[in-house]
């Protein structure tokens, strides 16, 4: 009873209260992937666009008044998020997908060969341990212990000061779905088919549910359920305390996007291969409404009062309304010719929206007037417009003589 009066009370004070912008504890910000912070400083809605030279399979952290980013070839950014200038660069000297967290002034990231911990003042590592194996996971925060999956199969916690191991469970598969802590339990997916339960005091398997297939999707937590897509096709929703299915709908195709929650209106938002990002109602996945951008959607979404952000294969960036599923504005930087995947999740911070793509590019929008930097991929379009009217206006010449 009490731990449901404590989680009810989280949940109220997560959706009508300004969530503080010190921290970025998990994959989308939360354990519900909301992918917000509402500005608190003299930050200022601008358009800008980076060049971070790679492809970005990562997704962007804040913290103050700067975002966080690495790109597929090891460059880990931080960039001002008012102007879009460089304020310093690592080079973790390994592939890096994963997406950064930052608490308490400290990064902490996964690459191919280790997980670190970085001063975000003195850009120093702080501590560094090496693994075996890639860490495409994200990693999440709790009671001072960084969590993390590996795909080596191994659950690790590390302690967040000293990068000391506290937990180090093993379990089958690889692990690049991102670990979510709730009531001292640990939720993560993994490419067997199975979401495991794991108690980090006794280090025991409380539970495991079998999916149809890999699990790649990252859990989210409402109404004491456990929310997870699977490559099967369908998202599920199962008991937290006994592991049992609650429900679960087909989308039919991959759900590689991770469930965004939005408890206060009894609302969940997840992307599939099938090319649709669908909300479904938290109580038993009734769908509400179901928006198609005709190529897979493997970003997960950010919420923003009435409106859900989402990136598509499309190339797009996505802006709806969240109970219509209507969209608002989207912003297509490619330029159709130039298209290119949009993996990366948004990150919100008040009217500012930050996506990234397989372009290698970070872009800076406003949500709230629906606007968008101009793509260097447009001077491209232009210059191929341009010489196609020259070759055309030359062979009609032609003709005529």
């Not at 506290?166 to 088919?193: F, R």
């Not at 309304?321 to 912003?331: A, L, R, T």
């Amino acid at each position: 009873m009490y731990k449901k009066i404590v989680i009810a009370i989280m949940m109220v004070l997560l959706c009508l209260t300004p969530i503080a912008g010190a921290d970025w504890i998990s994959f989308g910000h939360d354990y519900t992937h909301r992918g917000y912070v509402s500005d608190e400083s003299d930050f200022v809605t601008n358009l800008w666009t980076f060049n971070f030279g790679s492809p970005i399979f990562s997704s962007p952290a804040i913290s103050g008044d700067y975002l966080y980013l690495a790109s597929s070839n090891g460059q880990l950014k931080s960039i001002d998020m008012v102007d879009g200038s460089e304020n310093w660069n690592v080079d973790l000297k390994s592939a890096t997908n994963a997406t950064p967290i930052v608490y308490n002034d400290t990064l902490y990231i996964g690459s191919e060969d280790s997980f670190r911990a970085i001063d975000i003042n003195s850009h120093k590592v702080i501590w560094e341990y090496s693994t075996s194996s890639p860490i495409s996971s994200t990693a999440y925060l709790y009671e001072n212990v960084v969590y993390v999956g590996c795909d080596d199969g191994h659950l690790y916690g590390f302690d967040n000061e000293t990068g000391d191991v506290k937990v180090d469970v093993d379990l089958d598969g690889k692990l690049q779905s991102s670990p979510m802590v709730i009531n001292d339990t640990a939720y993560i997916g993994s490419t067997n088919g199975k979401i495991y339960a794991v108690d980090i005091n006794s280090k025991d398997v409380d539970w495991e549910y079998t999916t149809g297939d890999s699990i790649y999707s990252s859990p989210s937590y409402g109404d004491e359920k456990i929310f997870i897509g699977s490559d099967d096709g369908s998202i599920y929703a199962i008991n937290e305390s006994d592991g049992k299915l609650d429900w679960k709908v087909d989308l039919n195709n991959k759900v590689r996007s991770s469930p965004t929650i939005d408890e206060y209106d009894n609302n969940i938002f997840i992307g599939s291969d099938e090319g649709n990002l669908t909300c479904l109602d938290i109580r038993d996945g009734t769908v509400k409404w179901s928006h198609s951008t005709s190529s897979p959607v493997r970003s997960t979404a950010a919420l923003k009062e009435n409106q859900v952000v989402f990136g598509s294969n499309d190339g797009s960036a996505h802006v709806l309304n969240k109970y219509s599923g209507i969209e608002d504005f989207s912003y297509n930087p490619g330029c159709m010719l130039f298209n290119s995947p949009v993996t990366s999740s948004p990150a919100i911070n008040g009217n500012s929206l930050f996506i990234s793509g397989n372009d290698g590019y970070l872009y800076s929008l406003n949500i709230e007037k629906n606007e968008a930097p101009a793509s260097v991929f447009l001077y491209y379009t232009l210059a191929i417009l341009a010489i196609l009217l020259v070759v055309i206006i030359f062979v009609v010449r032609k003709v005529r003589k």
